[in-house]
Each structure stands twice: as structure tokens, then as C-alpha cells.
């Protein structure tokens, strides 16, 4: 499976867009774009998936261009309770996610 | 009750012993899977089982074995327990759609320490 390429770390505000971008260069015609939240000493817990274009459920957005080398998590209005890691795992249709390092969002007041 | 449960959630062991971790889910799910994360890390992923007789190695298999006892089950042991073992295991659950994206679900972790 393709690794995927993430910030480590990023700072954001209460109330701020944030914008996560991960890079995989060598993602597969088949591979599924995911991304999961995980709190310290927590399991990671889905977020969001998707193929290609845009995806909007109700508590993010992916964003996906056209030659999915890349992907876009945009979290609206981030609370203090948004501070996590966050990672964009490729799903295949061999049923396995392979996790980068994650990135590690700080929300501060 | 929470939906996928590990049990122990904290063990401390020395070197060279065996070890077992024990993942049940009430999901009913066929997929269950096994990783390891260590500080500042990814999750890796050791060992994946689609149904009751199917057993896959993942990424980083070398000094574990797991045992699938039944759909809701799926153990993982440390033969003989090294100190870089220490981590944080996590098992996880899935459907099994075929040419669908299959969410995880992942149990709340159990810390091994290997001294």
C-alpha cells in the first residue's frame, strides 16, 4: 500500500477552519482515502472517506483533486475538544489500513 | 457496553515470557485485526483475519501469533516477550463489504510493558 505523508504537528485557534493535508504519491486506482481522529489513550475513531472530489459529512470535509496525489481534511470552527492526531490511512480492497505518523492538532484557546 | 473489548488493559511482564491479549467484539463483524503503536508513531499493523479460518500477516508479524477462537474473538500472543515490544496494542473490527470502504472500529487499546 502507498505511505501516506503528513505535517507533524499544526496550531490552530477556537473557532478557526482547519486545514489537514496529506500527501500519497503512490496511491493505487483502487485505494480509498480515510481519515481517523485519535485521542491519547484512545483507539482512532473514523472521520471520513472518499474516492475522489469533495465529501461532507457532519463533522468534516475532505477535499480531493483530480489526481488524488494528495487530500484535504478541513475541520470548521475547531473546538479545544478537536485536539488530537489526526491520520489519512489508504484503505484497498485487501481490506487494510496502512497509518502514517499522524499529524497532532493543538486547539488552544 | 463498549462494542469491541480488550482485555488486559494494562499488563506488565517480564522478559521472556508469554504473553496474551484477548479482543471480543459484539458487533458482528468477520474482520478483526491487530496493531501496535509506539510513542509519537503510526499504528502498525501485525496480523489481520477475515473470517474464522482465515489468518493474514501484516506489516510486522515476527514474535506474534494470534489465534481466531471464533467470529467475536481474535487473540494475539508474545511467545516469548522482548522489551521492544513494549507498546500499545489495539485491536480493531470491520465488515467485510467487497468493493466497499469497510470502517474500523477500534477497541480502547491495552498498554504491555516487557521489563
Known amino acids: 500500500l502507498a505511505k501516506t505523508t503528513q505535517p507533524i504537528s499544526m496550531d490552530s485557534y477556537e473557532g478557526q477552519e482547519v486545514n489537514i493535508t496529506c500527501s500519497h504519491n503512490n496511491i493505487a486506482t483502487n485505494d480509498y482515502i480515510t481519515w481517523y481522529q485519535q485521542f491519547p489513550s484512545q483507539g482512532p475513531r473514523f472521520i471520513i472517506q472518499?474516492?475522489?472530489t469533495k465529501v461532507t459529512n457532519e463533522v468534516a470535509s475532505l477535499f480531493i483533486p483530480a489526481d488524488r496525489k494528495s487530500s484535504t481534511l478541513s475541520l470548521p470552527r475547531v473546538s479545544l475538544s478537536d485536539t488530537a492526531v489526526y491520520y489519512c490511512?489508504?484503505?484497498?480492497?485487501?481490506?487494510?489500513?496502512?497509518f502514517g505518523q499522524g499529524t497532532e492538532l493543538s486547539v488552544k484557546p | 457496553d463498549a462494542d469491541v473489548t480488550q482485555t488486559p488493559r494494562n499488563r506488565i511482564t517480564k522478559t521472556g515470557k508469554r504473553i496474551m491479549l484477548e479482543c471480543s467484539q459484539t458487533?458482528?463483524?468477520?474482520?478483526m485485526y491487530w496493531y501496535r503503536q509506539d510513542p509519537g508513531l503510526g499504528l502498525r499493523l501485525i496480523y489481520y483475519s477475515f473470517d474464522v479460518k482465515d489468518i493474514n500477516k501484516g506489516e510486522i508479524s515476527d514474535g506474534y501469533s494470534v489465534s481466531r477462537q471464533a467470529q467475536a474473538k481474535f487473540s494475539l500472543s508474545l511467545e516469548s516477550a522482548i522489551p521492544n515490544q513494549t507498546a500499545l496494542y489495539f485491536c480493531?473490527?470491520?465488515?467485510?463489504?467487497?468493493?466497499?470502504?469497510?470502517?474500523?472500529?477500534f477497541g480502547p487499546g491495552t498498554r504491555l510493558t516487557v521489563l
Open positions: 490511512p489508504l484503505y484497498n480492497q485487501g481490506g487494510k489500513l496502512i
Open positions: 458487533k458482528g463483524h468477520d474482520r
Open positions: 480493531a473490527t470491520s465488515e467485510g463489504r467487497v468493493l466497499s470502504y469497510n470502517e474500523q472500529f
Open positions: 472518499g474516492y475522489k
